[in-house]
């Protein structure tokens, strides 16, 4: 059964650096996409970016391009969201999704990681 | 604001069709790529409800289905039923931004 699984909820003060976890499992992690969306309270679903953990290849969105870094860890089949200089607005639900194809859609999502930034 | 754009609510009662619009451009679904929808209900991840257009995944309800024409698509809900009240979503990719779009979601009340 394929199935991710991310790390629990954050809560962060203002201009603090977050990593949050997506671990795979019952497929063969290197050969999908992972994404990471955000979703604010009360608003709509947003791509981050993705990553290609076979040879690491990633793409940003450019309305997140230069505080969000996303990696993966092919050895242990875990994909990583890390966010800078958190602020109030960063305050949302962040969920990680397989990509069947960088332009395809998403099969499997995991459970979303709330994080809460605030002072 | 979304680059697919969605209506923000629609309603209907019990056994009742209602219809999902979700209107991209020539960059995303005017261009050719496929358009795939998500339920998503408060407190879960999203679900994959219709891919590539109008395909259904195994355990999905043949009462939704999807299309696509020119540079919008639709979601379909016959045969309302109460727990089908949640938030829709439409995806596409876009090659202008070089990146999947969504819509800015429907929230659907069953009356």
């Known amino acids: 059964e394929v199935q991710l699984v991310q790390s629990g909820a954050e809560v962060k003060k203002p201009g603090e650096s977050l990593k949050i976890s997506c671990e795979g499992s019952g497929y063969g992690f290197p050969g999908y996409w992972i994404a990471w969306v955000r979703q604010m309270p009360g608003k709509g679903l947003e791509w981050m970016g993705i990553i290609y953990p076979g040879d690491s290849d990633t793409r940003y969105s450019p309305s997140f391009q230069g505080r969000v870094t996303i990696s993966a860890d092919r050895s242990i089949s875990t994909a990583y969201l890390q966010l800078s200089s958190l602020k109030a607005s960063d305050t949302a639900m962040y969920y990680c999704?397989?990509?069947?194809?960088?332009?395809?859609?998403?099969?499997?999502w995991g459970q979303g990681t709330l994080v809460t930034v605030s002072s | 604001q979304s680059v697919l754009t969605q209506p923000p609510s629609v309603s209907g009662a019990p056994g009742q069709r209602v219809t999902i619009s979700c209107t991209g451009s020539d960059s995303n679904i005017g261009a050719g790529y496929d358009v795939h929808w998500y339920q998503l209900l408060p407190g879960t991840a999203p679900k994959r409800l219709i891919y590539g257009n109008s395909n259904r995944p195994s355990g999905v309800p043949d009462r939704f289905s999807g299309s696509r024409s020119g540079t919008s698509a639709s979601l379909a809900i016959t045969g309302l039923q109460a727990d089908d009240e949640a938030d829709y979503y439409c995806q596409s990719y876009d090659n202008s931004l070089r990146g999947s779009v969504f819509g800015g979601g429907t929230k659907l009340t069953v009356l």
């Open positions: 999704g397989r990509l069947v194809g960088p332009t395809n859609y998403f099969d499997y």
